[in-house]
């Protein structure tokens, strides 16, 4: 940009693009007494890609049996044990236990 876009003649604002893949077409820009910078405005032509549909699967938490959840958490670190005397040991317990039970328990 060879353009000023500060009020004091300074060319501080850029704008960037991959050398030719996407060349910027008509480039302006106005000093609309706003700010000190000015508006850069111009024209990009960028093509929109086709998105891939994708089926998302969730749990209904809003129906989940809280009682089921507390039982088969218990069995789960029950099963488990959590008698080790190790901190990270404990607490991988406890997290590989309640993925588990939220796998199971809320239907999908």
Known sequence: MSLPTH???YALDLVITQDGKRPVRNL???NNLISDHFLIS???NIEKSNL???TIEY???KTLDIELFKRKLEES???NSLNNDDVNTKVDIYNS???CVIESV???
């Open 7 to 9: 009020q004091h003649g």
């Open 28 to 30: 302006g820009v106005n």
């Open 42 to 44: 111009f024209n990009l």
């Open 52 to 54: 891939e549909k994708k």
């Open 59 to 61: 749990r209904k938490c």
């Open 77 to 79: 670190l029950f099963r």
């Open 97 to 99: 236990s309640i993925k």
């Open 106 to 108: 809320p239907p999908l």
